[in-house]
């Protein structure tokens, strides 16, 4: 098992940039597929952008391709996502996944999940 912990979540302007890191415990860190997802009020989870256990490949979202990097560092047990050119439409509860496949960008391929960390773009 795995439990995750994300941090670096705030308010901010449009334009500015935040890093938010998931600090994972447990196991084998490096055994996992990593992924963020965001759920904004009234919407559906949906996929931001995910890593393979390597980190050797990445996939993003449309909506972030461009202004979001994911990357990991397996010696400590951490992902990250730097977040540039933030839009008001980013502003959402961000949450850190993990995945038994190397890969994935559905959530329901997720079976470990943190509790999120709150981002919030002012225009």
């Known amino acids: 098992q795995v439990q995750l912990v994300e941090s670096g979540g705030g308010l901010v302007q449009a334009g500015s940039s935040l890093r938010l890191s998931c600090a994972a415990s447990g196991r084998a860190f490096s055994s996992y597929g990593m992924g963020w997802f965001r759920q904004a009020p009234g919407k559906a989870r949906e996929f931001v952008a995910a890593i393979s256990r390597s980190g050797g490949f990445t996939y993003y979202a449309d909506s972030v391709k461009g202004r979001f990097t994911i990357s990991r560092d397996n010696a400590k047990k951490t992902v990250y996502l730097q977040m540039n050119s933030l839009r008001p439409e980013d502003t959402a509860v961000y949450y850190c996944?993990?995945?038994?496949?190397?890969?994935?960008?559905?959530?329901?391929?997720?079976?470990?999940w943190g509790q999120g960390t709150r981002v919030t773009v002012s225009s």
């Open positions: 996944a993990a995945t038994v496949s190397d890969t994935a960008t559905l959530f329901t391929l997720y079976g470990y």
